[in-house]
């Protein structure tokens, strides 16, 4: 590994990230001696590898939101690198679906726009589609539902047309963050194909007003 200075912090992809797990003796098998703490950003969904001053080491828990931009967390723990799903440790593996889930349920309003303003992706297939469970059948559904009045909620979702909205997207968010994917609806992977920044652009149609 080469060199960093770090009196002088790399700035962070993302803003906002929750802990998933804190090493405080760092990675031996990555030979990594220096404590670490594995995050996943809230925006991009990226997967976030810090390094946290000694002394705040007692005061982080999995599952923590950390302000990386202006907090008072910015001064204490710094980005070091955006890591890969394998990268991730055991613990950090196993409250990912948690926490993935948490902040779904506090963007609701911008997941609940995918659903109103999702497109097609050819003559054949559609971005809804691209949720495990969502068929043809399915599909007609949404769509008719949407176009006599748009969605206004995670409810209001699963009584008109019948799905679980906020499981279908934690697991296809999973499905990103683990697996190379052709088209990405909510994660920016700092790997992969050139199509990587679909999901940015799909986010930003997905906003709502």
Same mark, same amino acid.
């Given at each position: 590994?080469?060199?960093?200075?770090?009196?002088?912090?790399?700035?962070?992809?993302?803003?906002?990230?929750?802990?998933?797990?804190?090493?405080?003796?760092?990675?031996?098998?990555?030979?990594?001696?220096?404590?670490?703490?594995?995050?996943?950003?809230?925006?991009?969904?990226?997967?976030?590898?810090?390094?946290? &001053?000694?002394?705040?080491?007692?005061?982080?828990?999995?599952?923590?939101?950390?302000?990386?931009?202006?907090?008072? &967390?910015?001064?204490?723990?710094?980005?070091?690198?955006?890591?890969?799903?394998?990268?991730?440790?055991?613990?950090?593996?196993?409250?990912?679906?948690?926490?993935?889930?948490?902040?779904?349920?506090?963007? &609701?309003?911008?997941?609940?726009?995918?659903?109103?303003?999702?497109?097609?992706?050819?003559?054949?297939?559609? &971005?809804?589609?691209?949720?495990?469970?969502?068929?043809?059948?399915?599909?007609?559904?949404?769509?008719?539902?949407?176009?006599?009045?748009?969605?206004?909620?995670?409810?209001?979702?699963?009584?008109?047309?019948?799905?679980?909205?906020?499981?279908?997207?934690?697991?296809?968010?999973?499905?990103?963050?683990?697996?190379?994917?052709?088209?990405?609806?909510?994660?920016n992977p700092p790997y992969g194909p050139a199509r990587v920044g679909d999901a940015l652009q799909r986010r930003e149609r997905y906003k709502p007003f």
């Amino acid at each position: 590994m080469s060199g960093r200075d770090f009196r002088k912090p790399l700035k962070p992809p993302e803003n906002q990230v929750y802990i998933l797990d804190v090493l405080p003796y760092g990675d031996p098998v990555r030979g990594i001696s220096h404590p670490l703490v594995q995050s996943i950003g809230d925006e991009k969904f990226l997967l976030i590898e810090l390094r946290p &001053e000694i002394g705040v080491l007692s005061s982080l828990r999995p599952g923590e939101k950390l302000d990386l931009a202006t907090g008072v &967390e910015a001064k204490v723990v710094h980005f070091l690198r955006v890591i890969r799903y394998e990268d991730l440790t055991g613990n950090a593996k196993a409250i990912l679906k948690d926490v993935v889930t948490s902040i779904v349920l506090s963007k &609701e309003k911008v997941f609940v726009e995918f659903f109103n303003r999702a497109q097609p992706l050819s003559k054949k297939a559609h &971005e809804l589609e691209l949720l495990k469970g969502i068929g043809k059948k399915t599909l007609w559904k949404i769509l008719e539902e949407r176009s006599r009045k748009p969605f206004d909620s995670f409810a209001e979702i699963e009584k008109r047309v019948g799905i679980k909205p906020v499981e279908l997207i934690v697991n296809r968010i999973l499905e990103e963050i683990s697996e190379p994917q052709t088209h990405y609806l909510f994660v920016n992977p700092p790997y992969g194909p050139a199509r990587v920044g679909d999901a940015l652009q799909r986010r930003e149609r997905y906003k709502p007003f």
